[in-house]
């Protein structure tokens, strides 16, 4: 069984930091994309940013020059830099991944709750 389980959300001042935390676990021979998701109250889950297990970025224009993706292919790990954050990026944020192991199939993990107050 695979799972993806984010860490790292959490209540910052407007201006400050964050570092979001995916990693994925169980039966795994290959992960190929994978994107880091967000959901406001009331709102549709967007993509914020997304990764090629070769490196290439993809991002929000909401977040590009703020927000910094990353993963760490030996480690099945995903990693999301958010800098200068405002309180509109407010929002449960999720962890995608397409992965190849026992079927293929893409993976949600539980979310983490990110709160920027003014």
């Known amino acids: 069984q695979v799972q993806l389980v984010e860490s790292g959300g959490g209540l910052v001042q407007a201006g400050g930091s964050l570092r979001l935390f995916c990693a994925a676990s169980g039966t795994i021979s290959s992960i190929d994309d994978m994107g880091w998701y967000r959901q406001a109250p009331g709102k549709q889950r967007e993509l914020v940013a997304a990764?090629?297990?070769?490196?290439?970025?993809n991002y929000a224009d909401s977040v590009k020059g703020r927000f910094t993706i990353s993963r760490d292919n030996a480690k099945n790990t995903m990693y999301l830099q958010m800098n200068s954050l405002k309180p509109e990026d407010t929002a449960v944020y999720y962890c995608?991944?397409?992965?190849?192991?026992?079927?293929?199939?893409?993976?949600w993990g539980q979310g983490t709750q990110v709160t920027v107050s003014s």
């Open positions: 995608n991944a397409h992965i190849r192991g026992w079927v293929e199939y893409d993976y």
């Open positions: 990764i090629t297990s070769g490196g290439s970025t």
